[in-house]
C-alpha cells in the first residue's frame, strides 16, 4: 500500500456559480503551500464547471460530477470520503482565501499538534 502523500485536500462542494467557484479556484492555485490537492464535487450543475476545471490542466485539482443531483449533504459526504489528504479542509465555493500564507500558517499548526477538528475565521 503507497503511503499517502497528500497533506491536505482542500473540498469544495459545488453547484452552479461557476464565476465565484473560478475565483476560489484562482485564489487557491496562487497559495505559496505546495503539498495539498483540491476536490471539487458538482451536484449536477447546469454550468459547464467540468469544462473550466478541464481548461486549467492543474493536476492539483480533481473533479467529480454526478449524474444526478443528490443534494448537499450527500455532495458534502462524498467530497470527505474521496479526499486523498491526511487532513481536509471544505471551502464554500464562493470562499476566497484571501492571503498566500493562510493555507501555510493552517498546515503549520496541523504539523505541531494532533488536531481532529480545526475551525477557520470569515473575514
Do not use: W
Amino acid at each position: 500500500m503507497q503511503e499517502n502523500k497528500t497533506f491536505i485536500t482542500i473540498s469544495i462542494p459545488s453547484l452552479n456559480r461557476l464565476e465565484s467557484l473560478k475565483l476560489v479556484i484562482y485564489s487557491i492555485l496562487r497559495l505559496n503551500f505546495s503539498n495539498y490537492e483540491v476536490l471539487i464535487v458538482d451536484d449536477h450543475s447546469d454550468e459547464d464547471i467540468g469544462g473550466f476545471i478541464k481548461s486549467l490542466s492543474c493536476n492539483k485539482i480533481r473533479f467529480i460530477y454526478n449524474k444526478r443531483r443528490v443534494g448537499f449533504k450527500s455532495v458534502y459526504e462524498m467530497a470527505l470520503l474521496k479526499a486523498r489528504g491526511k487532513y481536509v479542509m471544505t471551502l464554500g465555493n464562493d470562499d476566497i482565501m484571501c492571503d498566500k500564507q493562510m493555507l501555510a500558517h493552517i498546515c503549520s499548526a496541523l504539523m505541531q499538534k494532533e488536531v481532529g477538528f480545526a475551525k477557520t475565521g470569515l473575514v
